[in-house]
């Protein structure tokens, strides 16, 4: 880890709940957020938080599978996410999840006019501000986390959280 953890004390608890409380706790509840109050589908979902983890490199949500009423993505998901420009495991609303969590993380500038004719073809304008605020949170957390060297120690708890992808 980059910073300095008493070794009786969680990694993130410390980090989040005891050395910045008044933001660290925000934070926390906007994070676990996302899993609880999406309503976008779990394909389209799990294919933008996976895109943005291996853009982060952040190892536990690269290892990370949101489950939601007993049901995951497939193993081979997180490959196609990678090749989501030409994999044949996509709807097109699945690919471009994957598409704007990308040009999100990477090229927030171009996303274009014709990108947003695609979005809007498929996506209603509450999904796709769903869609942005859940990019916004894995982008800023799994960064953080991953800057900091949490991501090795980093756990989600309560509600509609995900599930470690061996079921852990």
Request: proline share 3%; charged share 25%.
């Amino acid at each position: 880890m980059n910073i300095d953890i008493p070794q009786d004390r969680d990694p993130i608890a410390y980090v989040w709940g005891e050395m910045v409380p008044g933001i660290g706790i925000a934070a926390s509840k906007f994070s676990m957020a996302v899993y609880a109050h999406s309503t976008l589908g779990l394909r389209e979902f799990e294919a933008a938080r996976l895109r943005i983890a291996q853009i982060n490199g952040c190892a536990f949500c690269l290892d990370w599978r949101t489950e939601r009423d007993g049901e995951k993505v497939e193993e081979e998901f997180a490959e196609s996410v990678t090749q989501w420009r030409t994999t044949d495991a996509f709807d097109e609303r699945t690919r471009l999840a994957a598409e704007y969590a990308e040009r999100y993380t990477l090229d927030h500038h171009g996303l274009d006019d014709e990108f947003w004719a695609r979005m809007t073809a498929h996506y209603s304008q509450l999904e796709i501000v769903e869609l942005s605020m859940c990019l916004g949170s894995w982008l800023a957390f799994g960064r953080l986390n991953h800057v900091l060297g949490l991501d090795t120690a980093c756990t989600l708890t309560g509600g509609s959280s995900p599930t470690p992808a061996s079921g852990d």
